[in-house]
RNA sequence: GCGCCCGUAGCUCAGUUGGAUAGAGCGGCAGACUCCGGAUCUGCAGGCCGAAGGUUCGAGUCCUUUCGGGCGCGCCA
């Protein structure tokens, strides 16, 4: 739990640039040190100058020769500072520093990579909130993956971070679900054709549902409904619940908190909430609905709050469910919708500042569509009619690390092609074996020293001098930047930067193991090199654990 | 019509929150140590980053306009 490399270089070189008095303390812009995309340039590298000269009055190059000559040296465990032409400093960590950092990574171990940059700050991060009318589909397991490693992120940077599933549990589509179902019985009883209500769901799983019922307490249950869909609503939600839940679990998700709807209702906090909001003078009447003025507060209109039929809307009940997490204290949230609620937005953010939370208080990701294929030829997904690819087909069908790492392999907001026939095959042309394997080969490396009767020396017994071929540099510098990346994934709330990180980790071990033998060589130098190895599957490890997909020993 | 997302190699996508010579996987072609796992590695081919302007030392990244694709615009949830 030690400052990250980056961390102690921006420090190295904020002081050195105030040293350079180049410009006034306030003034001083954020500091960006960041890995150069060509080796060529060092490990790190810093614009300071650059954007400081101008104000500064004094040519960039000179500024940098200035800053760098002030830049700590030690502090920073850097072993060369240089400037190159328009006026980049450019540093090199000190062989020393590589070496220490293989030692730091076996004696954290899966705590290497982890910082406290939160504080144990309260952040909540909610998705999936599908309504329990059905089962989820690939959007919802695309979500899922992106939410859950996202509070593994959270919480490996320091935050307090709580995963949480909102269940709408009441209102018109629970009501449809209950007349579906109550149909399917009716249908199953044989009483002819369902009659499904044309907005209810006509999905094979209800008929599925409805017959698993035994005969005499269908009986039973349409007596008591009558004409409503009371019972039948609340069996089918309970059902639909415990549906998404195992799947979800199945996917490797479990939420901290599933909050229900009906609970804010019954708790009276949606009426509490209206008055919290007349309370802002922001809800007038008209049509003999209640709205509140969002257009002035980022919104585009203003929105109905309460019908003339006195019912509240979706949107006040989402609002005192917004309430009640800032009243729970979360300092931060995080909201994950699917595209078609991406609309909501600005309504969201206006009712936010309504209530006077802190402009950044909320924060909404929006994950994009996902569309099947098979090899070209795209799947065919009706919701209308109930047909489409599930969480737990996609999970049966390809597997849960391949999925997730399949969704964490793009970035949040864009559309996905997710090819179900590479994703099922388990060869070269899968990129989700890429990570896993140089895992498998790290592991099958040490059982193999193991069985050759290698014993392990202490790690101050290891000569890590001896690591000098390009392939081990390399190793050792990608294993530095471990935990710049997790700090970046987090801040950003990027986690496909940890997947193509990891690819790019096992891309310099698959290139090491290539080029050189560990057991079998001079015994020092396998020593060394099995720590070298040894870090390697620690960091794999890790990482992959940030975005919940397994790290084989054997394969 | 208004709003959001996307447009990067033949295909699917990355691109370190404005940096230096734009990358990976798949697909194509040509190769790899009798030895720790060949689900790997090496090399070649493939690009005007949809288009046009602008901002500045510097743009795939930011702004404007425009073209194309996806999705939203209810007193539904």
């Given at each position: 739990m030690r400052k990250s490399i980056a961390d102690r270089i921006r420090e190295a070189v904020r002081e050195a640039a105030l040293k350079s008095g180049a410009v006034p303390e306030g003034e001083l812009p954020q500091i960006v040190v960041e890995k150069p995309r060509s080796p060529e340039h060092g490990d790190f590298s810093t614009n300071v100058a650059m954007l400081l000269s101008a104000r500064a009055g004094r040519r960039p190059e000179d500024l940098a020769a200035d800053i760098a000559a002030r830049i700590d040296k030690a502090a920073a465990s850097l072993s060369d500072v240089e400037i190159q032409k328009p006026g980049f400093i450019n540093m090199r960590l000190s062989r020393d520093f590589l070496e220490e950092n293989l030692r730091v990574i076996l004696t954290e171990a899966e705590d290497y990579g982890k910082s406290d940059f939160g504080g144990g700050e309260p952040v909540q991060v909610e998705f999936v909130s599908a309504n329990p009318t059905g089962p989820l589909n690939v959007v919802s397991a695309r979500a899922a993956a992106v939410g859950d490693s996202l509070v593994r992120l959270m919480k490996a940077c320091g935050y307090d971070a709580r995963s949480e599933f909102f269940v709408n549990d009441s209102g018109t589509q629970v009501e449809l679900l209950g007349l579906s179902l109550k149909a399917r019985v009716e249908e199953a009883l044989g009483r002819g054709e369902a009659k499904i209500p044309d907005q209810g769901y006509h999905g094979q799983y209800l008929a599925d549902l409805a017959g698993e019922i035994p005969r005499e307490k269908a009986l039973e249950m349409l007596d008591d409904a009558g004409e409503t869909s009371g019972r039948f609503s609340r069996f089918a939600v309970e059902r639909m619940h415990e549906a998404q839940k195992s799947g979800l679990e199945a996917f490797g998700v479990r939420f901290d908190q599933w909050f229900r709807e009906s609970s804010l209702h019954t708790a009276g906090r949606v009426e509490e909430t209206l008055k919290a909001l007349r309370q802002s003078g922001l809800v007038y009447e008209k049509d003999g609905a209640l709205w509140l003025k969002t257009s002035g507060l980022g919104d585009d209109g203003d929105r109905v709050v309460r019908k003339s039929s006195g019912e509240p809307t979706y949107f006040l009940s989402d609002i005192a469910y917004h309430k009640n997490k800032f009243e729970r204290g979360f300092k931060k949230v995080i909201d994950i919708w699917g595209p078609d609620h991406h609309g909501h937005v600005p309504r969201m953010k206006a009712a936010a500042r309504a209530l006077r939370?802190?402009?950044?208080w909320l924060e909404v990701l929006i994950v994009q569509w996902v569309r099947l294929v098979r090899g070209t030829t795209p799947v065919s997904m009706s919701k209308r009619a109930g047909e489409f690819v599930t969480l737990s087909d996609l999970v049966s069908e390809v597997g849960t690390d391949c999925a997730r790492f399949f969704f964490l392999m793009r970035r949040v907001e864009s559309h996905l092609d997710f090819d179900l026939d590479l994703a099922k095959?388990?060869?070269?042309?899968?990129?989700?074996y890429y990570v896993q394997y140089a895992h498998a080969r790290v592991s099958s490396i040490l059982e193999f020293a193991r069985e050759a009767g290698v014993g392990f020396c202490t790690l101050g017994e290891a000569d890590l001098k001896l690591l000098q071929t390009p392939e081990e540099v390399a190793v050792m510098r990608e294993l530095a930047n471990f935990p710049e990346y997790v700090r970046a994934a987090c801040a950003t709330r990027e986690p496909q930067r940890i997947t193509s990180y990891l690819t790019s980790v096992a891309t310099a071990l698959h290139q090491f193991y290539h080029h050189s033998r560990v057991v079998g060589t001079e015994q020092n130098l396998m020593q060394a090199r099995l720590v070298l190895v040894r870090a390697v599957r620690t960091v794999i490890r890790n990482g992959l654990d940030l975005i919940g997909v397994s790290a084989p020993d054997k394969m």
């Open positions: 939370y802190p402009e950044d095959k388990q060869s070269d042309e899968n990129p989700v």
